[in-house]
């Protein structure tokens, strides 16, 4: 299991399909309680730049037709 808290990388929307994969992991019951953790904080990441990207994308657009 990678430690996510000293993990360096470059995030890109598409890596954040690996939510899926933990989510996964977390209904299967394939984790054990020492893992849990660092899963719920690496999903936790992902959720935040998933956020964070929508909402830029949003104000992008929104721009572009304010002003057309």
């Keep these: 299991m990678q430690n996510y808290l ?4 470059k995030l ?7 939510l899926q994969g933990i989510l996964n ?7 054990g309680i020492d893992e ?3 899963h719920i904080k690496r999903a936790n990441e992902l959720v ?3 956020k ?3 909402r830029n994308i949003e104000e992008d657009i929104n721009n ?3 002003e057309n």
């Design 52 to 54: 964070n990207s929508l």
């Design 64 to 66: 572009t037709f304010q």
């Design 6 to 9: 000293y993990m360096e990388e």
């Design 12 to 18: 890109s929307y598409k890596s954040a399909f690996e």
């Design 36 to 38: 849990l953790g660092q």
């Design 48 to 50: 935040q730049y998933c």
């Design 25 to 31: 992991k977390i209904e299967s019951g394939d984790i």
